[in-house]
């Protein structure tokens, strides 16, 4: 078949239906050479090709890429082939060390880019599989046996080729590798052994030649006292040298030294105004983590000014980028209306943005809202797994929710042992609900033996957070003797606690106490005083107690004694811890500050302190 009858080109298929080409450009009815679709596989025309010339030729450069595809050639016209770029170039594909001379610094890319070309233009030509198959295999070598700088290697660098060639480099003073050969030290990589020791000693001769990759690995082994003692000044000074470079990641891990951190040996290094300075520096070069704080500490006015239209800025900065925590805090920032206009709809995307990226705090966000209709459409479904995600994921607040609708029966259908699980899961994290309802499981049986020490625990434990419901709860039980001696005077102080706080159960049991004289003085004019707060919220008892006594019913008469002794051991159980489902964190207009902290400080546990002081 000759050449005008086999309408090969290499500019793309042809468009008639009658005459279809391939992609790259063998018509369908002409037998392709054999072996043809193997190569086709990876030899591929350029990308940077050269268009084609009118002129045919008879031999092709290897250097000159195919034609790119495409375009369609005329049935009548000759197929035409690429023409050198370079009359003084030889055409022969015969001497591959002309073309590894002919390039002052061949590389492998580009080289192999003209092997591709020798195949395509080989069985554009007629000629057959083995041919092209020769040729390439031929350029490919000397693609191979070529190194970047000019410099024949018969074979790539093993790793432990380089990390010899480290050692002698390290030998000469080279500080690039003494900080690749630190690294690999410090991660015990590439079958060294782990050496933290000798991680620091690479690490320092490469800082003080002044490599900012080197001052930043050393500064976090001081740091983190990681193959040297801990030292936070001298971390600290390592940190400032890379940072006044103008590295970023020096600069952050500044921040975050300033912002967080104490030494007992030398003081407190915690200085909110210098942390806030270097995190904008930080921020200003486009690091999403440092836009981050600096949205965090305009939003609570930590070292600059309460300033709710600057923290949502930088957070909108750090959320375009793809910060997950930066889109969590603007979809709260939506939620209040907190310098930016109030927006359920807008919050609740934003809130979707960063669960797809597994944020917790996110997802139990998005509970709330279907939980409540914010945003979102009401949908329990919805609600209870955006919960159980977000508590698999370790928030405290949904596994505490999560474990809640298991107690009450709701969407999940009541199952106490679950609910003591995700209970226990949140009370580890400092969850003070989740303490005192683990605590009133353990009181009544719940999912759990009946274990009225472990209970006393729990409250205890929950107390120390400043938990109202556990003031009470204890005063119980030292009135009743459940899990301790019975106490009147330790009743009475963790009553009162609870009293002063609001606690309408509370301020009765703290009537009664003055009004029978245990554990505190008698009294009768401060129990008619606590009796009246109670009453005047409501509580039924407290009210009836108030008008015996004006009726001038003394504790002394029989019926008097009858009813206060009833009086005292029901009413002492009749505190029942009542803990609903909260709402949403965005409905929530009161101490949000603690929760953005607490939001924070947990989210960004997960990465702990490997991003805090980000090793390169």
């Known amino acids: 078949m000759d050449a005008p009858s086999q309408k090969m080109s290499l500019r793309g298929a042809a468009t008639n239906p009658t005459t279809r080409r391939d992609t790259c450009g063998l018509e369908v009815g002409v037998k392709s050479p054999p072996g043809y679709h193997q190569l086709q596989q990876t030899v591929r025309p350029p990308k940077d090709a050269a268009p084609q010339s009118a002129t045919p030729k008879s031999t092709v450069s290897p250097r000159t890429p195919a034609a790119p595809c495409g375009e369609r050639e005329s049935p009548a016209e000759t197929p035409a082939m690429p023409a050198p770029r370079n009359s003084q170039q030889s055409t022969s594909v015969e001497s591959p060390q002309l073309q590894s001379a002919s390039c002052t610094k061949p590389t492998l890319k580009g080289s192999i880019k003209r092997a591709t070309a020798v195949g395509a233009v080989t069985l554009a030509t007629g000629s057959n599989f083995a041919e092209a198959h020769e040729k390439v295999t031929e350029v490919r070598k000397v693609a191979f046996d070529s190194a970047a700088d000019g410099q024949p290697r018969t074979k790539r660098e093993t790793k432990s080729q380089k990390i010899a060639r480290y050692?002698?480099?390290?030998?000469?003073?080279?500080?690039?590798?003494?900080?690749?050969?630190?690294?690999?030290?410090?991660?015990?990589?590439?079958?060294?052994?782990?050496?933290?020791?000798?991680?620091?000693?690479?690490?320092?001769?490469?800082?003080?030649?002044?490599?900012?990759?080197?001052?930043?690995?050393?500064?976090?082994?001081?740091?983190?006292?990681?193959?040297?003692?801990?030292?936070v000044p001298t971390a600290i000074t390592w940190y400032r040298k890379a940072a006044t470079t103008g590295s970023s990641l020096a600069q952050f891990n500044l921040g975050n030294t300033?912002?967080?951190?104490?030494?007992?040996?030398?003081?407190?290094?915690?200085?909110?105004?210098?942390?806030?300075?270097?995190?904008?520096?930080?921020?200003?070069?486009?690091?999403?983590?440092?836009?981050?704080?600096?949205?965090?500490?305009?939003?609570?006015g930590t070292g600059v000014a309460l300033d709710h239209a600057q923290s949502a800025a930088w957070l909108n900065r750090a959320a375009m980028q793809g910060n997950a925590h930066a889109q969590f805090h603007l979809g709260v920032a939506h939620s209040l209306g907190m310098g930016v206009p109030q927006d359920f709809a807008v919050a609740v995307d934003l809130f979707t943005q960063a669960a797809k990226q597994n944020h917790p705090y996110a997802m139990f966000s998005l509970g709330a809202a279907?939980?409540?209709?914010?945003?979102?459409?009401?949908?329990?479904?919805?609600?209870?797994?955006?919960?159980?995600?977000a508590a698999k994921l370790g928030c405290a607040d949904a596994q505490y929710v999560y474990g809640n609708l298991h107690s009450s029966g709701g969407a999940v259908g009541r199952n106490y042992q679950s609910a003591v699980k995700y209970f226990a899961e949140s009370a580890k994290q400092g969850n003070v609900l989740a303490m005192c309802r683990l605590g009133l499981a353990y009181k009544h049986g719940h999912g759990v033996a009946q274990d009225y020490s472990k209970a006393h625990e729990t409250y205890g434990k929950a107390a120390e957070h400043g938990s109202v419901d556990a003031y009470c709860n204890l005063g119980y039980m030292y009135l009743n003797g459940k899990g301790v001696d019975i106490d009147h005077k330790e009743a009475v102080k963790w009553y009162k606690l609870a009293a002063q706080h609001g606690s309408v159960v509370a301020q009765f049991h703290l009537g009664n106490a003055f009004y029978t004289g245990k554990g505190v003085t008698q009294n009768h004019r401060e129990a008619a005083e606590w009796f009246s707060r109670a009453g005047n919220k409501g509580h039924a008892l407290a009210q009836d107690r108030l008008e015996m006594m004006k009726k001038g019913l003394g504790s002394e008469g029989t019926r008097e004694s009858n009813w206060m002794q009833r009086m005292t051991t029901d009413a002492s159980d009749a505190y029942v811890v009542e803990v609903l489902p909260p709402k949403p964190r965005y409905q929530q207009h009161v101490d949000t500050k603690r929760f953005l902290r607490r939001a924070t400080s947990s989210s960004s546990s997960r990465k702990s302190s490997s991003s805090r002081k980000a090793s390169l």
């Open 167 to 231: 050692r002698r480099e390290v030998s000469e003073g080279d500080p690039d590798a003494q900080f690749k050969l630190g690294n690999l030290y410090r991660l015990g990589e590439w079958g060294l052994e782990k050496d933290c020791k000798e991680a620091v000693r690479l690490f320092l001769l490469a800082a003080e030649q002044g490599h900012n990759k080197a001052q930043i690995n050393l500064a976090n082994s001081y740091f983190s006292g990681e193959g040297v003692e801990a030292d």
């Open 258 to 300: 300033y912002g967080s951190t104490f030494d007992p040996a030398s003081g407190p290094t915690y200085n909110p105004t210098e942390a806030a300075r270097w995190f904008n520096l930080a921020a200003e070069q486009g690091v999403p983590a440092a836009q981050l704080k600096c949205g965090l500490a305009h939003r609570t």
């Open 370 to 389: 279907h939980a409540y209709g914010k945003g979102a459409l009401k949908d329990d479904v919805a609600a209870v797994k955006w919960y159980k995600a």
